[in-house]
């Protein structure tokens, strides 16, 4: 397994010294979340892009790409029913894409609950049908830097739009496009019908990126997850992605819960 985890666990720490601790800790990739850099990503100069990714290859980790894509941004909206609106989201997508293979990383993952969500009165064949749409105007920026957008699936207590693999999944194969695939999440397949590892084995064929957490919204061995089970089926579909690491409980400090989240997956690969 390759271990990452996601940057805005150690925040008010400078890039360097987070590169550098996880690497101490064993993890060879992180991933940043836009808004630890700059409001905008396209606020984040070619030049600082670089001296990010440099940093990060010093310490001996490689940037694996972007998350929480809209989060904290205005102007946004994946199912938006203004026309306007669509392509301005899928353009900024595009930029994300961009900014992604700059830093040296080859992964998106579409989560952004808030701009997603349908709009009141909207039926979700017509939000997918306008999803679809946006993401349309991101798909040639993918292809040009290939960098793979990973949808993914949440909670319906977190959105009312693709609430489940399948969902994503459908999205995906509508687009059928090589670099759209699907990110699984263990604290939002906590809600699909199936047991996570089956939702793993049903969807083999889209899964490209994963991140380890535990329903109560902390890291994995931090909760009543058993991911020895999760990590069996990561193996039975001959996973070769990242498992990064994302929490929403930062307690009780983020070394804490970098040590002994990758300490509790290395027992539970090894299994």
């Known amino acids: 397994m390759r271990y990452a985890i996601c940057n805005e666990t150690f925040e008010g720490w400078d890039h360097a010294r987070v590169c550098q601790r996880v690497a101490e800790l064993g993890y060879t990739g992180l991933e940043l979340a836009p808004f630890t850099l700059a409001p905008r990503i396209t606020d984040v100069t070619s030049a600082r892009r670089s001296e990010l990714r440099h940093r990060a290859e010093a310490a001996g980790v490689k940037l694996i790409g972007l998350h929480w894509l809209l989060a904290r941004t205005e102007g946004f909206h994946l199912t938006s029913p203004d026309a306007a ?10 930029d994300l894409a961009h900014a992604a293979a700059e830093v040296g990383g080859d992964v998106l993952v579409l989560g952004s609950p808030f701009q997603r969500n349908l709009p009141q009165g909207m039926s979700p064949e017509q939000g997918a049908a306008n999803a679809l749409d946006t993401l349309r105007y991101c798909l040639p920026a993918l292809e ?25 999944v459908a999205l995906a194969h509508q687009l059928a496009h090589p670099f759209v695939r699907l990110h699984l999440d263990v ?63 930062y307690s009780p400090d983020p070394d804490t819960i970098a040590r002994e989240s990758i300490r509790y997956m290395r027992e539970c690969a090894a299994d």
């Not at 609106?85 to 595009?94: K, V």
């Not at 793979?148 to 399948?166: G, I, S, V």
């Not at 019908?193 to 329903?215: K, S």
């Open 85 to 94: 609106t669509r392509r301005r989201t899928g353009e900024y997508l595009a």
């Open 144 to 168: 040009r830097d290939r960098v793979y957008l990973c949808l993914e699936p949440l909670t319906p207590a977190e959105t009312n739009f693709m609430t489940c693999a399948a969902e994503a």
């Open 187 to 249: 604290k939002a397949m906590s809600a699909e019908a199936a047991p996570a590892p089956d939702v793993i084995r049903a969807n083999r064929e889209y899964l490209h990126h994963f991140h380890a957490n535990d329903p109560n919204t902390r890291g994995p061995g931090f909760g009543a997850t058993d991911f020895k089970p999760i990590f069996r089926a990561l193996k039975d579909v001959n996973y070769t992605g990242w498992v990064s690491v994302e929490v929403f409980d």
